[in-house]
C-alpha cells in the first residue's frame, strides 16, 4: 500500500485537530522542535537522540533542531536544520513518501533555521530549545495547549495503523529469534542480540530497552542486565520494535521443555487469560474493568492450581492477587512505548488518576475506537512481595510449599498491543505471533 495518501490522511487529521486545539488555547500558530542533543553529565559524549514525540507525530524526519511550524489554513512548514558537517551523516532522509506533504526549507546553521520562522505573534512552541523560543517570542511548552495535543495522540490513523503493523511484523519476527536461541541453551545477552539482529536494527533504533530475563530474573519486572548464564528454565521476553517512531510492544513466557508441570500449565492459562482478556475490550468500557477482570482470572489462575488455598473469589475480595499482579494491566501505545492521555479525563487535561488499590494502572481512560494499547496480565513470584504475607493474617491461604517451589521460574508476562475499532478489539500482535 502506498503511504503518500495515508500520511496526506494524517497531516489533514492533525492540521484540523490542531486548528481547534489552538484557537481553545487562544493561539494563532504553532512550532514544533524536533530536540536537542545532550550529553551525559561530565561527559562529551551524546546519548541517543530521540525526537521530540509531538514533532514525530506530524514528521518522521531524524535529528535535531528541525523546526516544524503549523498554521491553520496553510501547509505545514518544515525548517530542516543541515549543517555542513563531516562530523556527522546528515540522516534522517530514509523514505520520501512524506514530502509532498510538507513544504520543505534547508537551514544550515541554528540561526538561519530560528530566522526562517520570523516572528509570529500569539504562536506556542513545544520542545526543548526554550530560551530560543522566548528570544522568538514563542510561548513555550502551554499546558492546556499541551493537554489536548496528548488527547489527540490517543486515536490513531490510517497512517499511524500502518506504522505499528509493520513494527509489530518486526517484532514478531525477532520474538521468533529470540524464542529459538532460548531453545538452543543461549544465554541472555545472547537472545538479546538474536533478537536485536532479527529486527534489523542497532539497539538505540529499538522502541525501549529489551527484557530478557532467564528463570528467577523474570521476577523483576524491567531487568535489564542480560548477564544470567544459558540453559534457563523459563524466558520472560519483553521486546519491541519501532517502524517510523511507532512502537510494537510484545511479552512472551517461554519454558524449556521438562521443567515443572505446573509452571508450564500457569504460562498457559496466562495466556489463555491475556487473549480473553484483549477480546474484551470493546468501545464503551472502562479500561478499569479489564485491570479488574486481570485481577479475578489471576485469581482463578491461583486457586486452581492450588496456590491459594481458598476460593477465587475471597482471594479476589482479600486483595491476595495483589502481590502475584502488582503492575496495571496495560497502556497507551503509540510514538511513545509508553503513550500519552492514558490518565485524561477529557481534553482540557483534567486528571484522571487510577484507584488506590491499584496505583500503577496507567490507562484510565473509556476504551472508544483508535485507540492503541496493550494488555499484559503477569503473574510473579517475587519474595519482597510475597514474604510479608508468609506471617501475616492471610498466610495460610497461601500454599507456600508450592509457591516456593516455583520462585525460581521468576513468573508470567504475556503481552499483545490492541486496536480498538467500531467493531470490536483487533489484536495486532496474534495476527502476526499467534503463539
Same mark, same amino acid.
Given at each position: 500500500?502506498?503511504?503518500?495518501?495515508?500520511?496526506?490522511?494524517?497531516?489533514?487529521?492533525?492540521?484540523?485537530?490542531?486548528?481547534?486545539?489552538?484557537?481553545?488555547?487562544?493561539?494563532?500558530?504553532?512550532?514544533?522542535? @524536533?530536540?536537542?542533543?545532550?550529553?551525559?553529565?561530565?561527559?562529551?559524549?551524546?546519548?541517543?537522540? *530521540?525526537?521530540?514525540?509531538?514533532?514525530?507525530?506530524?514528521?518522521?524526519?531524524?535529528?535535531?533542531?528541525?523546526?516544524?511550524?503549523?498554521?491553520?489554513? /496553510?501547509?505545514?512548514?518544515?525548517?530542516?536544520?543541515?549543517?555542513?558537517?563531516?562530523?556527522?551523516?546528515?540522516?534522517?532522509?530514509?523514505?520520501? #513518501?512524506?514530502?509532498?506533504?510538507?513544504?520543505?526549507?534547508?537551514?544550515?546553521?541554528?540561526?538561519?533555521?530560528?530566522?526562517?520562522?520570523?516572528?509570529?505573534?500569539?504562536?506556542? $512552541?513545544?520542545?526543548?530549545?526554550?530560551?530560543?523560543?522566548?528570544?522568538?517570542?514563542?510561548?513555550?511548552?502551554?499546558?492546556?495547549?499541551?493537554?489536548?495535543?496528548?488527547?489527540?495522540?490517543?486515536?490513531?490513523?490510517? $497512517?499511524? +495503523?500502518?506504522?505499528?503493523?509493520?513494527?509489530?511484523?518486526?517484532?514478531?519476527?525477532?520474538?521468533?529469534?529470540?524464542?529459538?536461541?532460548?531453545?538452543?541453551?543461549?544465554?541472555?545477552?545472547?537472545?538479546?542480540?538474536? #533478537? %536485536?539482529?532479527a529486527v534489523g536494527a542497532t539497539e538505540t533504533e529499538l522502541p525501549y530497552t529489551t527484557i530478557v530475563a532467564l528463570d528467577e530474573k523474570a521476577a523483576t519486572l524491567h531487568y535489564q542486565r542480560k548477564?544470567?548464564?544459558?540453559?534457563? /528454565? +523459563?524466558?520472560?521476553?519483553?521486546?519491541?520494535?519501532?517502524?517510523?517512531? $511507532?512502537?510494537?510492544?510484545?511479552? *512472551?513466557?517461554?519454558?524449556?521443555?521438562?521443567?515443572?508441570?505446573? #509452571?508450564?500449565?500457569?504460562? !498457559?492459562?496466562?495466556?489463555?487469560?491475556?487473549?480473553?482478556?484483549?477480546? @474484551?475490550?470493546? =468501545?464503551?468500557?472502562?479500561?478499569?474493568? %479489564?485491570?479488574?477482570? &486481570?485481577?479475578?482470572?489471576?485469581?482463578?489462575?491461583?486457586?486452581?492450581?492450588?496456590?491459594?488455598?481458598?476460593?477465587?473469589?475471597?482471594?479476589?475480595?482479600?486483595?491476595?492477587?495483589?502481590?502475584?499482579?502488582?503492575?496495571?494491566?496495560?497502556?497507551?501505545?503509540?510514538?511513545?512505548?509508553?503513550?500519552?492521555?492514558?490518565?485524561?479525563?477529557?481534553?482540557?487535561?483534567?486528571? &484522571?488518576?487510577? =484507584?488506590?488499590? $491499584?496505583?500503577?494502572?496507567?490507562?484510565? *481512560?473509556?476504551?472508544?475506537?483508535?485507540?492503541?494499547?496493550?494488555?499484559?496480565?503477569?503473574?510473579?513470584?517475587? =519474595?519482597?512481595?510475597?514474604?510479608?504475607?508468609?506471617?501475616?493474617?492471610?498466610?495460610?491461604? #497461601?500454599?507456600? /510449599?508450592?509457591?516456593?517451589?516455583?520462585?525460581?521460574? !521468576?513468573? +508470567?508476562? +504475556?503481552?499483545?498491543?490492541?486496536?480498538?475499532?467500531?467493531?470490536?478489539?483487533?489484536?495486532?500482535? *496474534?495476527?502476526?505471533?499467534?503463539?
Amino acid at each position: 500500500m502506498d503511504l503518500a495518501p495515508l500520511f496526506s490522511g494524517h497531516i489533514e487529521r492533525l492540521q484540523a485537530e490542531t486548528g481547534r486545539a489552538l484557537a481553545a488555547t487562544g493561539f494563532d500558530s504553532l512550532v514544533l522542535g @524536533s530536540g536537542t542533543p545532550f550529553t551525559y553529565f561530565a561527559d562529551d559524549e551524546d546519548a541517543p537522540f *530521540r525526537s521530540n514525540p509531538h514533532f514525530a507525530h506530524w514528521c518522521p524526519l531524524g535529528g535535531p533542531h528541525h523546526l516544524l511550524q503549523v498554521v491553520p489554513g /496553510k501547509r505545514p512548514r518544515l525548517v530542516r536544520y543541515a549543517p555542513a558537517d563531516y562530523w556527522y551523516e546528515q540522516g534522517g532522509l530514509f523514505e520520501d #513518501f512524506w514530502l509532498d506533504a510538507l513544504d520543505l526549507e534547508p537551514a544550515g546553521s541554528l540561526e538561519e533555521a530560528w530566522r526562517a520562522l520570523g516572528r509570529p505573534a500569539r504562536a506556542a $512552541y513545544l520542545g526543548d530549545e526554550t530560551d530560543r523560543a522566548a528570544a522568538a517570542g514563542l510561548a513555550s511548552n502551554p499546558a492546556p495547549l499541551l493537554a489536548r495535543l496528548d488527547w489527540v495522540r490517543s486515536y490513531k490513523d490510517a $497512517y499511524e +495503523v500502518r506504522s505499528l503493523e509493520e513494527a509489530t511484523a518486526n517484532g514478531a519476527r525477532a520474538h521468533r529469534a529470540a524464542r529459538a536461541a532460548f531453545a538452543g541453551g543461549a544465554t541472555e545477552l545472547e537472545i538479546h542480540q538474536a #533478537f %536485536v539482529e532479527a529486527v534489523g536494527a542497532t539497539e538505540t533504533e529499538l522502541p525501549y530497552t529489551t527484557i530478557v530475563a532467564l528463570d528467577e530474573k523474570a521476577a523483576t519486572l524491567h531487568y535489564q542486565r542480560k548477564r544470567s548464564r544459558g540453559d534457563g /528454565k +523459563v524466558l520472560l521476553l519483553d521486546a519491541g520494535a519501532a517502524c517510523r517512531r $511507532y512502537a510494537c510492544d510484545i511479552t *512472551r513466557t517461554t519454558p524449556a521443555a521438562g521443567g515443572d508441570p505446573r #509452571f508450564a500449565a500457569l504460562v !498457559g492459562r496466562m495466556d489463555e487469560l491475556e487473549q480473553e482478556l484483549a477480546s @474484551s475490550a470493546r =468501545p464503551g468500557r472502562a479500561y478499569l474493568d %479489564v485491570h479488574v477482570e &486481570a485481577h479475578r482470572g489471576v485469581a482463578r489462575i491461583l486457586c486452581g492450581l492450588g496456590l491459594l488455598r481458598v476460593g477465587p473469589e475471597e482471594a479476589f475480595d482479600k486483595g491476595l492477587t495483589h502481590p502475584f499482579l502488582p503492575h496495571g494491566v496495560g497502556h497507551m501505545l503509540g510514538i511513545q512505548v509508553h503513550d500519552v492521555a492514558g490518565r485524561q479525563a477529557d481534553p482540557t487535561g483534567t486528571p &484522571a488518576p487510577p =484507584p488506590p488499590q $491499584y496505583p500503577f494502572l496507567r490507562n484510565t *481512560r473509556t476504551i472508544e475506537a483508535g485507540q492503541v494499547f496493550t494488555i499484559e496480565p503477569g503473574l510473579y513470584f517475587i =519474595p519482597m512481595l510475597l514474604d510479608p504475607f508468609r506471617g501475616g493474617a492471610q498466610a495460610a491461604a #497461601f500454599d507456600w /510449599k508450592a509457591i516456593d517451589a516455583l520462585l525460581p521460574y !521468576g513468573g +508470567v508476562r +504475556v503481552e499483545d498491543n490492541v486496536l480498538v475499532t467500531a467493531k470490536g478489539p483487533r489484536n495486532l500482535t *496474534r495476527e502476526r505471533l499467534p503463539d
